[in-house]
Structure formats: C-alpha cells, structure tokens
C-alpha cells in the first residue's frame, strides 16, 4: 500500500537519487531551480509518497511571488519511480499537493513543465501571460492554477522566490552536490 507524507530528513538521499534517475544532473540547470536555490520548501508542503518505507514519488512546493506583493507557489520538481509511472502516482501525489496547499491558504500554484499533463489538475498557461521568470524557460510550459478564483488576476513581474531560507549557508550546495555525486557514482 502507498502512504503520503510529509518529507523528513531521512528522505533527502533517496530523493535525491529519485530525481537523478527521473531528470538527471542538467536538472540543476533548470530556471526553476534558481527560484528553489538556498530556500526551505513551503511549510507542509514537502511530500512523498512511500510503500514498506521506500520512497517511490516526490513533490515540493516553495514560496514565490506572481509578480510584486502577490504571494504564489511554484511546484517542482514531482518525480515518480520510474519502474512505477504510469500508475496514477503522480497524480495521487500532485492532488495531494495542491489540496493542501488550499487548505493552508495558498491561492494559487505555477510550474514549468509539460502543459498536457497539467491541464487536468487546472493549470493554464493564460494564467502567467503577464509574469515571467528569471532566466531561459519554454514559455508553453510556464502554467498555473488558482485555488482561489482569480488569484492571479492582473498577475503582472517577474516571479522571484520568498520563504525561508535554508538556514545554513552551504545546505543547498550540500544537496546539490550529493544530487551529483549519485549521478556520478551511477554512471561510474
């Protein structure tokens, strides 16, 4: 059976390694990780999905703004075991993710990634026409979904990320740098 829950410190090898095996080390190149770069997830909004204490699916959702003084989300990266995709996991775990994050009181919830897939949890790419990221992105792939009606009405800047910080200046290169060295040992 599969239990979602929220992320703990045992989970960041075995995501880590999750996320090496489904994107590979240009993940880290991403735009999308300049924004999540030396920050803490939004709060409750780490999860896993796990079977017999393995973690099989990831999602984290972090502080952004939708452009000055408007307070968002932006997902990502949500990763599925790859001996598991298909199976709905994902999904499971994205409804989970965007349910919680109305019920803490988020209004609504960006990403980059494939339109298709995310059309049917809500997100639109109308919903960031006005906003932009800082760096090199697809724009058919920059989407949103608002889980308060028109929250990002006039949504209009460039989005930057909010939050905590990760608290130790070198956490993030820490976790980045275990993401590589998982790649590495793999591909040795």
């Known amino acids: 059976m599969f239990a979602i829950r929220e992320e703990i410190p045992t989970d960041v090898a075995p995501r880590e390694a999750l996320l090496d095996a489904c994107f590979g080390p ?9 924004l999540r770069e030396g920050r803490l997830p939004a709060d409750g909004l780490a999860l896993t999905l796990e079977r017999e204490g393995r973690l099989m699916a990831t999602v984290r959702l972090w502080n952004v703004t939708a452009g000055p003084g408007r307070a ?13 995709q298909g199976l709905g996991l994902g999904s499971k775990l994205l409804r989970e993710a965007l349910e919680r994050a109305e019920e803490l009181g ?6 980059v990634g494939d339109a298709p897939y995310y059309a ?18 697809e724009r058919e792939r ?3 979904v608002e889980l308060r009606a028109d929250a990002l009405e006039g ?24 993401g590589r060295d998982s790649a590495r040992a793999r591909a040795a």
């Open 26 to 34: 240009q993940r880290f190149a991403k735009t999308s990780e300049r």
């Open 72 to 84: 968002s989300l932006l997902l990502g990266p949500l990763a599925v075991d790859p001996a598991l």
């Open 106 to 111: 988020h209004e609504s919830v960006m990403l």
């Open 120 to 137: 049917r949890f809500g997100f639109r790419t109308e919903l960031t026409e006005g906003l932009w990221l800082p760096g090199p992105y």
């Open 142 to 144: 920059f989407q949103a």
């Open 155 to 178: 949504a209009r800047g460039l989005v930057q990320p909010t939050g905590r910080d990760a608290g130790h200046p070198d956490l993030a290169a820490l976790v980045a740098a275990a």
